[in-house]
């Protein structure tokens, strides 16, 4: 291995190889470490890691006037947004959006969206509990990908949510994958494209494609705090994050026409 010194005996001065290499970051706590071992200011750590903790943020069937302006908005706090060309266009219509923010820009740019219109201050409250994710380092609940084969008929998904599921202790539950035709779904997935065909009006006969990454609106009001520990009905290290997620699930029975 190269140790990035080399001596020059003829000039009697020893030359300093700089070394460069990609690090392997995966989170804040990462990034953190990483400052760290700079040897950088304690009282600079912390900013730092937020400003290195890169991410990138999928917001679809947002209405295109909200994508106009958070695309704005976030190249006006040093972040970037790609947007469907439509939205460039001025056309009306709904899309979807990549953001690519650090945590440090994302906090400044919630605070510039809550005062939008266009659904933007609920977009604003997503972001919030991703950065609180984010800078938490806690991995996040996620249900098991859907793997789809093409479109269904909405009377089939009907027909899975009536019939599959598994149970514990005998009371009924979500199961992990449901199963229409060739293509496996998550609970999450398949109740969002049922809210979709509902808001459509579509007929049992009729196909639809299957919504796969979206987020359900009344999961807003969940609170995210998860350190349940402590209280006097519970284990002093209960970590709650799963029943958080999987209360964020149940509100698809609030207003599931509300996406």
Known sequence: MDSGFRRNDTAGIIEVKVLVRKAAVNNIEDVLKLVKNTGCDKRACSLLSKKGGFHHIVIEKIDNRAANILKQEAISCGADAAVN???SRFEKGFSNAVLFVTIKQAEILKSKLCL???GLKELSLRLDGILKDAISGKK???????????KVKVGELINAVREQYSRV??????P?????GENL????DMFLT????ITRDLNCGDEIEIIQGGELAPAALVRNRTDWGGDWIFPEKLDATNLVNIAKLQTWTIRPFDL
């Open 140 to 150: 996040v609940f996620r249900y098991k990908k859907s793997e789809i084969d093409g």
């Open 85 to 87: 060309e439509k939205v």
């Open 169 to 174: 202790f005998g009371y009924k539950q979500f």
């Open 194 to 197: 049922l809210s979709s065909a």
């Open 185 to 188: 779904i998550n609970p999450l």
């Open 116 to 118: 939008q219109p266009f």
């Open 176 to 180: 992990d994958l449901y199963k229409s």
